[in-house]
């Protein structure tokens, strides 16, 4: 299935009826959109909604794509060897599925940009049109320790050998990214 980014943000722009509300799309893993692994994994915007008692109000949406079968190397690292810089070992995927958990990594990424810059007059560094927000000023930065091509000191699966730094419901692991602290000018990490 092919879709264009401006196809799915109309379908949530005409869908979006709740003020104050983050509205998500994920696509399978068999939908091509334009844009996707080229030069995104996913991405936030905002515009105006509904219109409740003569009030327009603005809402934010997220689109965050499955990568697994089209650039798992791009979108889900460190779960899948990068596809370029230094070629480590990738990671076991806490929940053995690369694609679902590189989304969880930049679906993660994209709620911290959306509470933090919403509205694009947010938290942010550098130009409005191209910001550096919380977590992308944080890019591969998973636990202490971390550097360019190494997600940082994961906790460790005993069991299965997945990497994680999250705990979830019902005994899920994940791994979440790490935010930029303007109080500490570092990334906090989890773990």
């Known amino acids: 299935m092919e879709a264009t980014f401006a196809r799915l943000t109309h379908e949530v722009k005409s869908e979006a ?3 104050l509300s983050i509205n998500i799309v994920l696509t399978a893993s068999d939908v091509a959109v334009d844009g996707f692994c080229v030069n995104r994994c996913g991405t936030y915007e905002s515009s105006k909604g509904a219109i409740i008692r003569g009030k ?6 997220i689109w965050v794509g499955n990568s697994e079968t089209q650039c798992a190397g791009y979108c889900a690292w460190p779960f899948h060897q990068p596809i370029y810089g230094p070629q480590i070992p990738p990671l076991v995927a806490p929940n053995n599925d690369v694609g679902v958990d590189g989304m969880v990594i930049n679906l993660a990424s994209l709620l911290d940009a ?7 007059n947010g938290y942010y560094q550098g130009e409005a049109d191209a910001p550096l927000e919380a ?3 944080c890019p591969g930065v998973y636990a202490k320790g971390a550097y360019p091509g190494y997600a940082g000191d994961l906790l460790v699966d005993k069991t299965t050998g997945a990497s994680y730094n999250a ?3 019902n005994g899920r692991k994940y791994v979440l990214p790490s ?6 000018s570092t990334c906090s990490t989890l773990v």
């Open 114 to 120: 959306t509470a933090t810059n919403p509205f694009g």
């Open 135 to 137: 977590a992308s000023a």
């Open 17 to 19: 009826q709740h003020r």
């Open 179 to 184: 935010s930029y602290n303007p109080s500490t």
């Open 167 to 169: 705990h979830g419901t």
């Open 56 to 61: 327009t109000y603005k809402f934010s949406y």
